[in-house]
């Protein structure tokens, strides 16, 4: 029904090993849904000669365009210019480390075009690094303009949104960390409208050791500026915000002993949902820590009732 609507797809490469990129590329060709091109950044100037001419090999069959960026800019401005350098006016995000279930765009533009969203994910299935799968996160799929601005419930590689609601916002900023959600946020403050399918339509690689401790710390400061930000420009009604003081607002909070606490707290907070699964209760503990500001101190109440209550 919507075959005349061309999917640009924004592949970026950094560097990823040649088996990962290769299983994400063909994930992509090879969706149900036909009417694609595929637009590859390589954010690595260094990069393996093999995916070059791996990339050169399919654009003879495939609609492909392989862009590489002669520094490495990040994620954010990369996939910029991959939407900037696309020709469809629908944009799906993907990550050269995962891998796409054959009916994503199918389901995933359905539901683009048959309701009044501007943004569509999916729920997805964690894999380690040798592609064993683990559990599933089901996202939620009520409220998810509600509940956007507490915390990123998207996950940005099962995305599908309409170019037009991305011009309409001025696309991703220069952002080496949370690019994606101050984007969602930014498109709150716009009215732009989300859904989430329940279903898992993607396999997100999980990296262990990828991040430092300190890396990991100062992207929940990135969240926390974002978020604070986001309602200064709601109380205002404004359609935007500024991110300048984002480098200084980080040199301000940041400190090894907060980074310990928060660290402590994601320790008890896990323990805690780990309890809640074994008793299967369903509950929001997913966002305990964005909605108290003493997540340690409501972690151990939270666990300690539930051990309470069923031990």
Request: glycine share 4%; proline share 2%; net charge positive.
């Amino acid at each position: 029904m919507y075959d005349n609507e061309l999917i640009s797809v924004i592949l970026c490469i950094y560097k990823e090993s040649m088996e990962w990129i290769d299983l994400a590329v063909q994930s992509i060709l090879k969706q149900t849904y036909k009417n694609i091109e595929l637009v590859v950044i390589i954010d690595n100037p260094d990069v393996d000669n093999r995916i070059l001419n791996y990339l050169e090999s399919l654009q003879k069959k495939y609609r492909i365009i392989v862009k590489k960026n002669i520094e490495n800019i990040g994620p954010g401005k990369s996939r910029d210019i991959g939407i900037r350098a696309s020709s469809g006016n629908i944009i799906a995000l993907m990550d050269a480390d995962d891998i796409s279930d054959s009916l994503r765009f199918e389901k995933e533009i359905e539901l683009l075009m048959t309701s009044d969203c501007d943004v569509v994910s999916s729920s997805v299935t964690y894999i380690d690094k040798y592609g064993n799968k683990g559990e599933s996160y089901k996202s939620v799929v009520k409220d998810i303009e509600k509940k956007l601005p507490f915390g990123n419930v998207i996950f940005n590689p099962t995305v599908m949104m309409k170019k037009k609601a991305y011009e309409a916002v001025g696309g991703y900023r220069d952002l080496r960390n949370g690019e994606d959600y101050d984007l969602w946020l930014r498109m709150l403050l716009n009215s732009k409208k989300f859904a989430i399918i329940h279903e898992p339509l993607l396999q997100y690689r999980i990296r262990l050791n990828s991040l430092s401790r300190s890396n990991i710390y100062k992207s929940y400061l990135i969240t926390k500026y974002l978020q604070k930000s986001f309602f200064q420009a709601r109380k205002r009604k404004k359609t935007t915000y500024k991110i300048d003081g984002i480098n200084d607002y980080i040199k301000t909070e940041y400190s090894k002993e907060k980074e310990n606490r928060y660290f402590d707290s994601m320790i008890i907070i896990e323990n805690a949902r780990t309890e809640l699964n074994k008793n299967k209760i369903k509950g929001g503990i997913d966002f305990f820590v964005v909605f108290f500001k003493h997540p340690v101190m409501v972690g151990e109440k939270i666990l300690t009732a539930i051990r309470k209550r069923y031990n």
